[in-house]
């Protein structure tokens, strides 16, 4: 019974709004221009039947428009995270630490025995001496030349020296730091940075490769932020500074937050590009690689309508209708921009105080293919 009243009612409301194209005593309004007056192109005319099927608002400029809500996840902050692999291959003989330990930078965390070790310890001592050597035959060519009893071909024959053993202790040096501190064939490696240890993988006794699987992986708790993935269409409406809303499943409330940096790199699979959010709040119950969805709130004050009043018209022509005068509607082109919750950004096309139609809008436009 429910659905032939609807269907009825629908009918009638249709049947009311186009009455004006047919209609002929004076209680519709007819749509058909006489010769000398009638309504400019794109405005219709209903009867006054017909305006109970239409429910209109006054646009109003709101504080806070619509913005974004993307996907998101809790990661790392840069520098706070880090991985730590064998540099050499060897054997595992001390592990200094649990999982769940804080360690300060600096602490030692597995000694390895990797015999190449010491070789690559050899290798730096030597080029340090021989740097010593070149640096100080320099400095004699030098004063030789300046007393006349030297040329200046021995002296730019030291020099070349000299800039040969200096890049070959800059990679001695390099070398050794890449294998750490420690004594002849041990290893210690060393936390860099403070924080928690995540993951222990190391076991004594168990054989490494260098550069093999991470012994050991340290993050700071503390050091979190949110990464929401944007598209790049809207990376024009996200700014540094704007408020935004996470909520993730695990937590019981949303976590608030700032946007700090916008990534200035669009990743080419996904159309998306990385805007970081710090956390304004408390990040203890926060884990890396909790997933969510982040809501950025503009700060911007602007024009919102239910999206249900735009139509989509063909070619993609977005449009509302206007109050144009009694019983009159103006079909009006509008730019719009995000829809959130609902309603849609209108970002050109209408002014604060008029009337748009936000129920019924599809009665009026028979061109219009769907609502937004």
Known sequence: MRTSNSICLCAAAVSALFA?????????????????????????SVSAASLPFLKTQAVQVEAALPALRVPARVAFQEGSFTQLSAPLSGRVVIVHVSSGDKVKSGDPLVTLNCPESSSARSQLATAEAELREAQAALA???????????????????EIKLASERAEYQRALETARFVGTGQGSMVVLRAPLDGVILSRRATVGAAVSAGAEPLIEIGDPQALWIIADVFERDLGLIRVGLRTSTVLKSLPQPVQGVVTSIGSVVSESMRTAPVRIACTGDVSLLRPGMFGRTQIVSDESGIALPARAVLIREGGETVVYVGH??????????VIGPTL?????????LQPAETVVIEGALLLDGAAEQLL
């Not at 004076?26 to 009638?38: F, I, L, N």
């Not at 005068?325 to 509008?334: D, H, L, T």
């Open 325 to 334: 005068g009694p019983q009159q509607f103006e079909r009006r082109k509008v």
């Open 341 to 349: 919750d609902g309603r849609v950004r209108v970002l050109t096309g």
């Open 140 to 158: 004699r060519e030098t004063k030789m030349l300046s007393q006349g009893v030297g040329t200046e071909r021995d002296r730019l024959s030291a």
């Open 20 to 44: 004006c194209s047919r209609a002929t005593d004076s209680r519709a309004v007819a749509t058909e221009r006489p010769a000398d007056a009638g309504p400019p192109s794109g405005v219709v």
